[in-house]
């Protein structure tokens, strides 16, 4: 017999405990399924190895292995493993038009109407702007970089209280200073009633006389089936498009849009390290204090649409960028040189996020997703435009500027777009509600949903979609 819920939530990062606590709030019987596992912040290390990391981020590879994408694959989804950078989307990048012309975002979707969702994630994950001094020194000389521009920056908001600035925001937070899900959400959810089922990974989901099942593999791997009148998908960009097109594929959901899967990006991500003069600067170790280093400019945003961030740089995380010193190979003696050399005190790591087309794809190969983000022109030219912009910011300060190898879609996080909603039937898979077009009940709440890039970290424009359509759902139901 198939158990019935009222609602069934797949996934339980921002996009699926969100709304299973507003549901539960209704009274409501939700069930949250889970392909990972739920670890507490005791079960952390302080350890970049990929042993380390294969516990609890799930990895795909770019078809040609040029580089590996990660997601998380925990109970409380990114909120466990992010760098904790919490921001508000610009106003104007919800006016995005991509290269063939179309706005991304719904006309009914903008900066006011996501305002009072923003402060509800805020002050339920306790997200307040850092101090100075809570900024790592990089983040300082990052600032101080832009100064001798004359260009500004800001510190950043975090879901931090009394951080010990150890620089493993992304291993997870052992101190468990982190406002992650499990110190929110999760335990209100449950506190009503909410239940989550960990190592539960779902296949497919199909219409049923009491709404839609959804069939997964629990974690002794026996199949089994669970029926929801509503259904949320919240796995994240790549598991979401493929619980979806897995069930195109075996004729279960066959009125599903062609877009699923399509309008892939990375957010713009751009990694970049900037090596220091010996000397104009003050002494610093680029490891030291919290991975997003608490400083962010918007002074390239009017003509650009992009941000720069700074981070810490701990040596897990530097060897494992793929960093050009021109005319050097990224491997050997000299490269071993010129990593002595720079790190860790002349070294200022840092991102970029921006606006630019989604190009990607996310496809089944062998029953698994497998994402595809070509170098296109588009891209390219995105990359160019970033170059340029930090060439700019070294030359001003005597600095040299270490970017990605040129034919690299850099950006291993921050998957967005693969199941966009939308204005246009023809261009997105899911309505500005985030309900699914054609199936009424079945809705899409992750970063899947997210139409176009935000320029700054999604997590906080995830959650606060999330609590928007939330709130369209509770009253349905």
């Known amino acids: 017999m198939v158990t019935h819920y009222d609602a069934v939530i797949i996934g339980s990062g921002f996009g699926g405990s969100i709304p299973a606590l507003r549901i539960a709030q209704r009274g409501k019987k939700v069930v949250v399924l889970e392909r990972g596992y739920r670890l507490q912040d005791k079960d952390f290390k302080q350890d970049w190895s990929m042993r380390n990391l294969n516990r609890f981020y799930f990895m795909i590879n770019a078809p040609d292995y040029s580089i590996i994408y990660r997601t998380s694959n925990l109970v409380g989804g990114g909120s466990m493993l992010y760098s904790g950078l919490s921001l508000r989307m610009p106003s104007d990048a919800f006016n995005f038009v991509d290269n063939t012309g179309y706005p991304v975002w719904p006309v009914e979707v903008n900066r006011q109407v996501l ?114 009148e509503i259904v949320i998908i919240a796995a994240g960009s790549p598991f979401t498009a493929e619980i979806l097109l897995r069930s195109q594929q075996n004729s279960l959901l066959t009125g599903l849009s ?7 990006n990375n957010n713009g991500n751009f990694p970049v390290h900037f090596g220091l003069p010996s000397s104009g600067f003050p002494y610093f170790n680029t490891y ?118 040129p034919d690299v879609p850099f950006g291993d996080a921050h998957l967005l777009g693969t199941c966009r909603m939308g204005d246009d039937p023809a261009r997105s898979v899911l309505d500005p509600n985030c309900q699914v077009r054609g199936y009424p009940g079945l809705f899409v709440t992750d970063s899947s949903a997210i139409p176009g890039g935000t320029g700054i970290n999604p997590a906080l424009t995830i959650s606060a979609n999330a609590e928007r359509v939330a709130n369209y759902i509770v009253s349905l139901i």
């Not at 402060?119 to 970089?145: C, Y």
């Not at 062609?258 to 892939?264: I, L, P, Y």
């Not at 200022?348 to 606006?355: D, H, Q």
């Open 288 to 405: 030291e204090g919290m991975l997003s280093a608490g400083v962010i400019t918007y002074a390239f945003w009017n003509q650009y649409q992009m941000t720069i961030e700074s981070g810490t740089s701990p040596a897990g995380i530097f060897a494992g960028n793929i960093i050009q010193k021109q005319g050097m190979q990224t491997w050997g003696l000299a490269y071993k040189h010129f990593a002595k050399a720079y790190y860790p005190q002349r070294i200022i790591g840092g991102t970029v996020m921006g606006l630019l087309t989604g190009e990607g794809e996310v496809n089944l190969s062998n029953d698994s997703p497998v994402i595809n983000l070509p170098m296109t022109t588009g891209l390219l030219n995105y990359q160019q435009k970033v170059v340029n912009i930090l060439n700019s910011i070294a030359k001003a300060n005597n600095a040299e500027l270490f970017v990605p190898l």
């Open 115 to 228: 305002d009072p969702y923003y402060d509800v994630v805020e002050q339920n994950m306790r997200i307040t702007q850092a101090g100075w001094n809570n900024v790592p020194k990089s983040g300082g000389i990052f600032a101080q970089m832009l100064n001798s521009m004359g260009l500004t920056a800001d510190r950043g908001r975090y879901p931090y209280v009394n951080c010990r600035q150890c620089g493993f925001c992304e291993v997870g937070c052992m101190f468990g200073v982190k406002q992650h899900l499990l110190h929110n959400y999760i335990p209100q959810a449950e506190a009503v009633g909410a239940e989550f089922l960990d190592g539960c990974k779902a296949r497919q989901v199909y219409p049923s006389s009491g709404g839609y099942t959804v069939q997964y593999i629990d974690t002794y791997q026996n199949t089994n089936e669970i029926e929801g």
């Open 258 to 264: 062609d877009q699923v899967g399509k309008n892939f």
